[in-house]
């Protein structure tokens, strides 16, 4: 696929199947995180994936932090936290990893990790594949951050949702430019 047709046709599919990306496919998503912008050589990123029982694991620490926040908790809320994850084949988290105190501000190293992150949906793209980046309360809740294992450093940018498109691909909006490009003078 050119470039240019990646950027320009790529759109967030939230329907997604089996089967998972293989790991031709995973090697070319993780290589596209890796040319991200990146001041400084800091590398502020790290990616977990998240497939099979894994996702059920995540679906329980989701109802668990939904729990914690809100112990009256109806049973329909915390079974939607539990089959969050169920909705692709794969998760990958996309974490920033913040060195505080850097010459390169925490700002501009969590844009450089959500720049990974779009760069993995590019690609994915690129392959055919469907994605969908999700955040949500669960990419801000300390607890959801604990049980994956982040220091307190670190960020949960988002979850993308990876795997076969199910369905019609549908396209873009058309957007002009000229609605969002105006000269400074």
């Not at 960020?155 to 430019?177: D, H, M, T």
Request: aromatic residues 6%; neutral net charge.
């Amino acid at each position: 696929m050119e470039a240019l047709d990646a950027l320009l046709n790529r759109v967030s599919l939230a329907r997604l199947q089996e089967p998972a990306p293989d790991a031709a496919q995973r090697e070319l998503l993780f290589r596209a995180a890796l040319r991200a912008p990146d001041h400084g050589y800091l590398r502020p990123w790290r990616f977990l994936t998240v497939e099979g029982a894994a996702r059920d694991k995540l679906g329980e620490l989701f109802a668990s932090a939904l729990l914690s926040k809100d112990p009256e908790a109806s049973e329909q809320a915390i079974a939607k936290a539990r089959a969050m994850p169920l909705r692709a084949p794969l998760l990958v988290v996309v974490i920033a990893t913040l060195q505080a105190g850097h010459k390169v501000p925490e700002g501009e190293q969590l844009l450089s990790a959500g720049c990974a992150a779009h760069g993995i949906l590019l690609a994915a793209h690129a392959q055919g594949l469907g994605a969908m980046w999700r955040t949500g309360e669960m990419s801000y809740d300390r607890q959801v951050a604990a049980g994956l294992g982040l220091s307190e450093q670190e960020r949960i940018v988002g979850f993308l949702y990876l795997g076969s498109v199910a369905g019609e691909r549908r396209n873009p909006p058309e957007l002009q430019p000229a609605d969002f490009v105006k000269a400074w003078a």
